[in-house]
């Protein structure tokens, strides 16, 4: 022992019978193990030479000027830092000791996983790694709570966020996946059968959901079907390619309509039948003329109208001499109507159909 120690002891130990020892420490710190190989800060207010960073050995080891080997592996370093405390008081080096213990983020050290996963472990550090990266790896299970996974620091900080967030992880971060403790349901609406919610069960996928609420509708369409989910932008999905997507409790499942016609079609005595966009103001007679008029020699003066939503499907039937005299108002199209030019009332089938011949 140096003579300048020796003299620090002599000082020393002439208040060995001080107070007991305390230890002062940072609020959140981690509650996690320390581990073997770990890197720790530790600082002492009464005795600044011991104030470094020490690496934890193999055998879950520090060693520490003055009083050798401490083992901490195992204790958190709230533990670590009073038995550190106690044996500075105990071997009679100091009066009273008042250490904090921190860990140190190693360079590069692993990004650590566990919860709800497949299988816990570890994944290299490297620049620029996320959470999303980590996922790759790790798979959550279908009942991890991924609005709500905790990220660790080194230093005992901690984090709850959402995977859409898709946070950067820094060396030695702890990633834990909670399992979800919340509601059990979601909701299927839109153009589906029986919209409304359902039970959540472990595995359910897009194309199961929509099987239990009797499928798409009619007027539902299968390409546009939107997933809405908490902390996260929506998701656009179609059936069958995402049949197998994946749903978690409280997903909203929107299935959207299929876009309403925006055109009217024009047959029989028209100079060019077809289908022709639905201008703002759209009426039967300017319909006509933008399809080029009747043809010469044609005395067409009838137009029946086929409107989706009539009753009982049945068309409209116009006498176009009377709108042309001005004793009938001219008729405003819809998007969808199949208007027909003919010169005479046609036969109507028995559901009240135009009989097109």
């Known amino acids: 022992m140096t003579r300048f120690a020796s003299v620090c002891l002599l000082l020393l130990l002439a208040g060995a019978l001080a107070l007991p020892a305390t230890a002062a420490f940072l609020a959140g710190q981690a509650s996690d193990p320390i581990r073997p190989t770990e890197r720790l800060r530790m600082v002492c207010e009464e005795e600044a030479s011991l104030n470094r960073d020490y690496t934890v050995t193999r055998d879950g080891l520090i060693l520490i000027s003055f009083i050798g080997a401490i083992p901490v592996a195992g204790l958190t370093p709230v533990d670590a830092a009073n038995r ?27 990004v650590r996983f566990r919860g709800a996963v497949r299988t816990a472990g570890e994944i290299s550090w490297r620049d620029g790694l996320r959470l999303s990266d980590l996922v790759k790896v790790c798979d959550p299970t279908v009942n991890a709570d991924t609005e709500r996974i905790e990220i660790t620091s080194a230093d005992g900080g901690k984090l709850v966020t959402a995977l859409s967030a898709n946070s950067p992880l820094r060396p030695g971060d702890l990633v834990h996946f909670p399992p979800y403790t919340g509601p059990r349901e979601l909701y299927v609406l839109g153009g589906v059968v029986r919209p409304g919610s359902m039970a959540w069960t472990a595995g359910l996928t897009l194309g199961q959901a929509l099987t239990a609420v009797g499928g798409i509708g009619a007027a539902g369409d299968p390409n546009r079907i939107r997933l809405d989910r908490t902390s996260r932008e929506p998701l656009r999905l179609a059936i069958p390619e995402d049949a197998a997507y994946p749903l978690r409790p409280l997903d909203r499942i929107v299935v959207e309509m299929r ?35 009747i043809p010469e020699g044609r005395r067409a003066t ?4 086929y409107r989706l939503g009539t009753k009982n499907n049945r068309p409209i039937i116009v006498d176009l001499d009377r709108v042309r005299r001005g004793l009938q108002g001219d008729v405003a199209l819809l998007a969808g109507d199949r208007v027909l030019i003919t010169d005479r009332v046609p036969k109507l089938a028995g559901s009240g159909r135009v009989a097109l011949r």
């Open 259 to 293: 876009p309403t016609p925006v055109s009217i079609n024009l047959i029989g005595d028209i100079r060019r039948p077809g289908s022709y966009p639905l201008k703002p103001g759209s009426t039967l007679l300017r319909a006509i003329a933008d399809a080029g008029g």
């Open 302 to 305: 009838v137009a029946v109208i």
């Open 84 to 110: 550190v405390s106690e044996e500075l008081v105990k071997q009679r080096i100091l009066a009273r000791a008042t250490v904090r213990i921190t860990r140190v983020a190693a360079e590069n050290a692993p």
